[in-house]
């Protein structure tokens, strides 16, 4: 399980220092938990407040047996939808329901926080990047009143937000600058990652076929072809270390939106570097797995990440 490297911060204006080396801004009180048949969930729990744009929300899924002295592991889940649309609260509409996947998680005896980020209309990368490893920061900060285990963190992702995922998984040793108005000081890094149909790099695409802008252009708020470093440093290809913490590549071998290449480059970049990896290929599988029975995949991914997280 991947180490958490220690954070410093310098306090800035407008914002709290609770201990030397973290700061955290004037944010929402935790809301209380509901409890379900199966979970304690925190909805709509605010962990940034980045000046000129919306709030930014996450939602805070536990079993319903965590309590008491008690942390579980948490597992940070990044939405897609081509970095320009999606919620926090809906997985793919195929797999069997919007709570299926966050069930399987806490049915696992993990935590899950499902969190928004600022799409690409709003603003561009890093700030996806930056959104994420401020959640990730937040976590940390709270794990104590949340009842989640601050050493045991993992992310996913589908899509656009399985790019995120890579992302944080191979850049928690060297975040981007922080998110503004969010907790700045733990760690952002994250001791296992599942990147679903993931886009791993920026330079493989030719465009929009359409002729319009393409998801990639908007993200980087400029065309890749103008902006070849950026769109260079924005792929987690160009991110693979021997230290990257374990990762499972889950992908549609007949997907035609992000092709099964991307996983395979990262796959093959991260053994290089002498990294954890597997690839899992889902015959059949269109994107988000359409074409496929998802559930095989998902428990795959479950049990990958409980394992990590010694769940």
Same mark, same amino acid.
Request: proline share 11%; aromatic share 6%; with cysteine.
């Given at each position: 399980? +991947?180490?958490?490297?220690?954070?410093?911060?310098?306090?800035?204006?407008?914002?709290?220092?609770?201990?030397?080396?973290?700061?955290?801004?004037?944010?929402?009180?935790?809301?209380?938990?509901?409890?379900?048949?199966?979970?304690?969930?925190?909805?709509?729990?605010?962990?940034?407040?980045?000046?000129?744009?919306?709030?930014? =929300?996450?939602?805070?899924?536990?079993?319903?047996?965590?309590?008491?002295?008690?942390?579980?592991?948490?597992?940070?889940?990044?939405?897609?939808?081509?970095?320009?649309?999606?919620?926090?609260?809906?997985?793919?509409?195929?797999?069997?329901?919007?709570?299926?996947?966050?069930?399987?998680? +806490?049915?696992?005896?993990?935590?899950?926080?499902?969190?928004?980020?600022?799409?690409?209309?709003?603003?561009?990368?890093?700030?996806?990047?930056?959104?994420?490893?401020?959640?990730?920061?937040?976590?940390?900060?709270?794990?104590?009143?949340?009842?989640?285990?601050?050493?045991?963190?993992?992310?996913?992702?589908?899509?656009?937000?399985?790019?995120?995922?890579?992302?944080?998984?191979? +850049?928690?040793?060297?975040?981007?600058?922080?998110?503004?108005?969010?907790?700045?000081?733990?760690?952002?890094?994250?001791?296992?990652?599942?990147?679903?149909?993931?886009?791993?790099?920026? =330079?493989?695409?030719?465009?929009?076929?359409?002729?319009?802008?393409?998801?990639?252009? =908007?993200?980087?708020?400029?065309?890749?072809?103008?902006?070849?470093?950026?769109?260079?440093?924005?792929?987690?290809?160009?991110?693979?270390?021997?230290?990257?913490?374990?990762?499972?590549?889950?992908?549609?071998?007949?997907?035609?939106?992000?092709?099964?290449?991307?996983?395979?480059?990262?796959?093959?970049?991260?053994?290089?570097?002498?990294?954890?990896?597997?690839?899992e290929l889902v015959?059949?599988?269109?994107?988000?797995f359409v074409g496929?029975?998802?559930?095989?995949?998902?428990?795959?991914?479950?049990?990958?990440?409980?394992?990590?997280?010694?769940?």
């Amino acid at each position: 399980m +991947t180490s958490i490297p220690d954070a410093s911060a310098h306090a800035r204006p407008g914002t709290t220092v609770v201990h030397p080396s973290t700061v955290v801004p004037e944010l929402p009180e935790l809301p209380e938990p509901r409890r379900t048949d199966d979970r304690l969930v925190r909805h709509a729990v605010t962990y940034a407040r980045p000046l000129g744009y919306r709030p930014l =929300l996450m939602d805070v899924h536990l079993p319903a047996s965590a309590g008491g002295d008690a942390r579980v592991p948490c597992v940070v889940w990044i939405h897609g939808g081509a970095w320009w649309e999606g919620d926090r609260r809906f997985p793919p509409g195929g797999w069997n329901g919007d709570d299926f996947w966050f069930r399987l998680l +806490t049915g696992a005896g993990m935590a899950v926080a499902t969190i928004d980020y600022r799409l690409s209309g709003e603003a561009p990368y890093p700030a996806q990047l930056a959104d994420a490893q401020a959640a990730i920061r937040f976590l940390r900060h709270h794990a104590p009143a949340l009842g989640i285990d601050p050493q045991r963190i993992g992310v996913s992702g589908e899509s656009a937000g399985g790019h995120l995922a890579a992302m944080v998984a191979l +850049t928690g040793h060297t975040p981007v600058p922080a998110t503004h108005r969010s907790v700045v000081g733990p760690s952002s890094a994250v001791q296992a990652a599942v990147p679903m149909y993931p886009v791993t790099d920026l =330079l493989a695409f030719d465009g929009d076929p359409a002729g319009g802008p393409a998801p990639e252009d =908007l993200l980087l708020g400029h065309p890749v072809r103008d902006a070849l470093d950026a769109a260079a440093a924005a792929s987690p290809v160009r991110h693979a270390w021997a230290g990257a913490p374990p990762m499972l590549l889950l992908h549609g071998d007949a997907d035609t939106l992000v092709p099964p290449a991307h996983s395979r480059r990262l796959a093959t970049a991260l053994e290089e570097a002498g990294a954890t990896v597997r690839l899992e290929l889902v015959r059949g599988g269109e994107h988000c797995f359409v074409g496929a029975d998802p559930v095989p995949p998902l428990r795959a991914a479950v049990a990958f990440l409980a394992e990590h997280l010694r769940a």
